[in-house]
């Protein structure tokens, strides 16, 4: 997929974009979170079933890795003119993730500022969603991506 | 080391927790961010030189992983007690991450809640930073963790 250069003036409030699906593995859930996030809960499937989460659930961490890379690879984000973000506003986790539950990600435009003291530079303030498949949303973030401007 | 097993009820505002240190390599920087979030300036080196960055920078996702696996190994979180987090108030990147700067981790508890509703669970919010060799906060996450209670 070929997707076009963005720049900070080519996002514009209430653009949505569709950012591809994802479903994990028990597998890629269990190694990721040895290394980074080893809670019983997303380590291990028999002590998973004995917390209050009743199975296996994925690392918030990895649903938010997940989501920077749709991010990427949905042609939201350009690697021409993306310079990352200085944090984030929200990050919420709303409802465990489990394997193989098809996640859909999906970015809102919510407002964009260019910068007034650096002209090459807007902010692209957005909100990314996972949503499983009940409907609801998993993973929320709010954020302002820092991206070139086409007229800096 | 055999952390104690520490309970909703073992946290109090201002404790203060030095949960270790870590210096990125280039190598790892540039292996991670090429699965997760491949930007220019964290999968290239001489890429990275072109940027506002001027060399090599780590992907705030994996600061914030590095973070995680802190509270674990330095002693904040017991795999016991621990049972996650609803998401974070405040992930800020201050400063960029550079390879072979040792960054400095600490916790600081906020404010500790016991549940009502829920008396076998409590909210313990707190701030956890990593700090650079210049002294300044590269990663701040302020964020509620949800513990166990002794009584509950």
Redesign the interface.
Known sequence: MTAPIRYAEDYTPGQVFDVGSYAFTAEEIIAFSR???????HIDEDAAKQ??FGGLIAS??HT??VM??ML?QGGFLS?ET???????E?????RPVRPGELLRGQVVVNHVKLSKSRPELGFVNCTATLTNPAGEVAY?LTSNAIIKTRGG
Chains 1, 2 share one sequence.
């Open positions: 290394e980074w996030d080893p809670h019983p809960f917390t209050m918030g961490w938010a890795l920077m890379r990427h690697l993306s310079i990352g973000s200085p944090g984030h929200e990050l919420k986790w709303l929320l």
